[in-house]
């Protein structure tokens, strides 16, 4: 798994909203022994046939790394994030396993090398389904993050622009996959295609997904102008995204992920 969150509050409705001044917690984990088993036997099936890498690159626009904020300054990043089109141009999509709350943690769209060139967001509110809230189930394992900076009433989409969230898509698609492993301060990023291991999950298999790049957006129809696709999965899910770099997971996004923006989009 890539990042593990502790601490994600159970709530009585569709939605676990954090608000800010809960503490963020993220320990780096890599399973039990026996889920390492499992997932040692899965990816020795696949390792044959995977024989590309994830590529460093500068970044793009509406594709970000997760951060913690110490005394004001940046801290670690720990998790990927994007943003996603929306009617208030204010909403990120990451992995549910990657957030706890939303005090401290920030995100850093187009992180490049220690450059932030399009600003610093703080999380103030974070939605994650109650089926992952109450028993982390993988099929839930979708997070919507509300961004904003203090001070400022533009949103970040009129910044760095937005992919479009597809729910309800084809199992096999042509995706690029991007993510931060947390060994680095560069985004990697590789094409394959998608399939369907088993029900309502997606494996992408390329290497060098690491930890950190949990969240990491699975982007279809990718525009070679602007960068921009649409995000049909992210990093996570099955294993949390996966117990080896070469392959990894995402929850299939169907009525869940749907219904979920639709809350956030009401900001309830």
């Given at each position: ?14 939605i676990t ?75 990120v999509i ?165 219904a979920l ?8």
């Amino acid at each position: 798994m890539r990042w593990r969150a502790r601490g994600l509050a159970a709530a009585a409705a569709l939605i676990t909203v954090a608000t800010v001044g809960v503490v963020v917690t993220v320990t780096p984990t890599k399973g039990t022994a026996d889920d390492i088993a499992s997932g040692v036997a899965r990816g020795v099936r696949n390792l044959l046939s995977n024989s590309r890498d994830g590529q460093d690159f500068s970044g793009t626009p509406a594709v970000g790394a997760l951060f913690r904020m110490s005394n004001g300054r940046l801290g670690s990043h720990f998790c990927t994030a994007s943003v996603v089109n929306s009617p208030h141009g204010d909403l990120v999509i990451t992995a549910a396993h990657c957030v706890s709350g939303a005090s401290g943690m920030v995100f850093v769209p187009g992180y490049d090398s220690g450059r932030t060139p399009y600003g610093i967001w703080t999380v103030t509110k974070v939605y994650a389904d109650q089926a992952w809230a109450s028993s982390a189930d993988p099929d839930d394992d979708v997070a919507f993050l509300r961004v904003s900076q203090p001070g400022s009433i533009t949103p970040i989409e009129d910044v760095t622009g937005a992919e479009q969230l597809g729910t309800g898509s084809p199992t096999r698609q042509l995706v690029e996959v991007i993510g931060y492993p947390d060994s680095a301060d560069q985004p990697i990023a590789c094409q394959n295609w998608t399939r369907e291991p088993m029900p309502d999950q997606l494996e992408f298999d390329c290497g060098g997904y690491t930890d950190g790049t949990s969240g990491g957006p699975f982007l279809a129809d990718v525009n070679s102008l602007t960068g921009q696709g649409t995000v049909i999965g992210v990093i996570g899910g099955y294993e949390q995204g996966g117990l080896l770099p070469q392959i990894s997971y995402s929850s299939m996004f169907g009525a869940n992920v749907a219904a979920l923006y639709q809350v956030a989009v009401a900001g309830g």
